[in-house]
């Protein structure tokens, strides 16, 4: 259960980095952007590889 909470949170984040935040973000200077998608991401990695650690053991 902990394994699958992760993932979908996991996935969460993800979306939000990838698409979220790009519709609000739409007159901000491109390296900004940037920056916010890969510090969204980074909560999405730690989530996401403590739960395939899990799913594995």
Do not use: Q
């Not at 992760?6 to 900004?32: C, E, Q």
């Not at 990695?45 to 053991?57: Q, R, S, V």
């Amino acid at each position: 259960m902990r394994t699958v909470l992760l993932l979908v949170l996991s996935n969460v984040f993800m979306t939000i980095a990838w698409y979220g935040h790009l519709k609000h973000n739409r007159d901000s200077p491109r390296w900004l952007v940037i920056l916010i998608s890969w510090g969204i991401a980074f909560f999405e990695y730690c989530l996401m590889i403590p739960a395939n650690c899990y799913g594995f053991g």
